[in-house]
């Protein structure tokens, strides 16, 4: 079994569609990430999260450190937000676990 | 915003041969930086974790004495396949840890290497 699990593994979307992305991890963490990796391979990192809310543009992503849960939600998706979204998280010192991502694709 | 670079972007090497990738921080000093591989439509995996002035900690399963890491800067860690195989063909990403104020970081990641051994 993953530490970190991911869902949904695929998601395709209409332009404009509010998108969730969720995340559930097994282990104590001190923080949660969620990256964004383009086609290319480059990584951007999103958010970095120890509890609660965070919110950049059209994306926001929450936690929930009881249920040990995290989302990533994308208003008014556009097609260039087409990308593998990623959820990782650091568990005691520098272990990080990283879900399988979830490839989104957002069509016009 | 801070930034991670990483060289070369791709390289094509023989079998046999060694290879080295860099990965720099270019305004920041890092004394912690990662090492990560990826395979094909799957998800990054840590390989070593490497620290400014010590010795690099390897994954489980990973092989130092084939992935060396060399961290000799703050803003300069290196990974050298040595006697690449064609399975070591996969993409290196480098990640940085940038402290913000103590106990807080931003991880930055570096743009990957893509290594192909013939």
């Known amino acids: 079994k993953n530490e970190v699990e991911q869902s949904p593994q695929n998601l395709t979307a209409q332009e404009g569609e509010f998108i969730t992305i969720n995340c559930s991890y097994s282990v104590g963490i001190s923080a949660l990430h969620w990256l964004q990796q383009h086609p290319g391979g480059g990584i951007v990192s999103l958010f970095m999260l120890s509890s609660g809310k965070k919110k950049h543009g059209r994306l926001i992503a929450t936690i929930n450190i009881q249920e040990k849960h995290s989302s990533l939600h994308i208003t008014a998706s556009h097609p260039r937000d087409s990308a593998v979204y990623i959820c990782a998280v650091r568990s005691g010192g520098n272990q990080f676990y990283f879900g399988t991502g979830t490839s989104l694709t957002v069509i016009p | 915003g801070a930034v991670v670079s990483q060289h070369p972007s791709w390289v094509i090497c023989k079998s046999g041969t060694s290879v080295k990738i860099e990965c720099r921080s270019l305004?920041?000093?890092?004394?912690?930086m990662f090492w990560y591989r990826q395979f094909p439509k799957q998800s990054l995996m840590l390989m070593a974790t490497?620290?400014?002035?010590?010795?690099?900690?390897?994954e489980q399963g990973v092989e130092k004495d084939k992935f060396l890491i060399n961290h000799a800067s703050l803003t300069l860690s290196t990974l050298t396949v040595t006697s690449a195989h064609p399975e070591d063909s996969s993409f290196y990403i480098c990640?940085?840890?940038?402290?913000?104020?103590?106990?807080?970081?931003?991880?930055?990641f570096g743009p990957g290497t893509r290594l192909t051994v013939t």
């Open positions: 305004d920041f000093q890092a004394t912690t």
């Open positions: 490497s620290n400014e002035g010590s010795k690099a900690t390897y």
């Open positions: 990640s940085a840890l940038r402290p913000l104020v103590p106990l807080a970081y931003e991880q930055y």
